[in-house]
Nanobody
Framework: QVHLVESGGGLVQPGGSLRLSCTGS????????MGWFRQSPGKEREFVAT????????SYAESVKGRFTISRDNAKSTASLQMNSLVPGDTAVYYC??????????????????WGQGTQVSVSS
């Protein structure tokens, strides 16, 4: 079992930045694929970014490529999402997710075994 806790959400103006963090516990963090997803009201949860267990490989949704950066610190059991140049369309609840290995990248929600509770990101002037 893996327990994930997100932090760092909030309200930011368009063009601003936020950094989300996800802390994991309960299982060897360095063996897990980590991902970030988001969900807006009335929409399905969508893939944002994922990082391999070692941190050597990353993959992003086209909508965030060049603006968001996913990273991890296995020594601290944390994964982060640095979000720059935010736009109103980025407004959503952001979730971190974890999955055991076997293959990478994973971009579907059903490929992940563990989920955090979510953190709200609102981009508005």
């Amino acid at each position: 079992q893996v327990h994930l806790v997100e932090s760092g959400g909030g309200l930011v103006q368009p063009g601003g930045s936020l950094r989300l963090s996800c802390t994991g516990s309960g299982r060897t963090f360095r063996n897990l694929d980590m991902g970030w997803f988001r969900q807006s009201p009335g929409k399905e949860r969508e893939f944002v970014a994922t990082i391999s267990p070692s941190g050597s490989s990353t993959s992003y949704a086209e909508s965030v490529k060049g603006r968001f950066t996913i990273s991890r610190d296995n020594a601290k059991s944390t994964a982060s999402l640095q979000m720059n140049s935010l736009v109103p369309g980025d407004t959503a609840v952001y979730y971190c997710a974890a999955s055991g290995g076997r293959y990478w990248p994973k971009i579907r929600t059903d490929e992940y075994d563990y989920w955090g509770q979510g953190t709200q990101v609102s981009v508005s002037s």
